[in-house]
């Protein structure tokens, strides 16, 4: 199971994350208080260590923008978590993948969890992520994820954190995607993401 450790936009951030080791580490291009600017996220991309992949968040982005950022290697895998359809997706893949100095461009597609109620949508996307909104920092009721069959490798968001973890991670998710729940008072808080990343790898 892979960890995602997302919102980073302080060195200090980077630092923690070089530290523990998650296998994905999130940058956000949308309206946060953890918004970075595509130069800072540039900065912040390659002070992180080798091995750690870098994500892009993304609502409604102009495929270009995505792009750009895919082509200088501040990101190599695209979320999105607005209303992109799946005509977007094709291009915003096309265009990426013609860049062929990157790792193979990929893409995780926001569900939110009360969809899981209704038919889960096909999409040419490489991933799920499941949530209960962007940024909301909680959880959404998991018992609806033992209703449905998911298709693609899955990534469980909403108010992870340490106390909840396990219980996240009996759900057996592809990885488990951590923001506010590694933070103190909206800043990331180095031992809980040491914590956190320690408990996934024990099990």
Known sequence: MKIKICGLFRDEDIDYVNEARPDYAGFVFTGSKRQVSAPLAQYLRFRLAEGIVPVGVFINAPVPMIASLYSNGTISIAQLHGDEDESYIAHLKKTCSANKTQTQFKVIKVIK?????????????????????????????????????????????????????????????????????????????REKILQLVSVLRKE
């Open 113 to 189: 969890g009360e969809a899981l109620q209704k038919n889960i949508p096909v999409t040419a996307a490489d991933y799920y992520l499941i949530d209960s909104g962007a940024g909301s920092g909680k959880t959404f009721n998991w018992e609806l994820l033992n209703t449905k069959k998911i298709d693609k490798p899955w990534f469980l968001a909403g108010g992870v954190n340490l106390k909840n973890i396990k219980q996240a991670m009996a759900l057996n998710p592809f990885a488990i995607d951590i923001s506010s729940g590694a933070e103190t008072d909206g800043i990331k808080d």
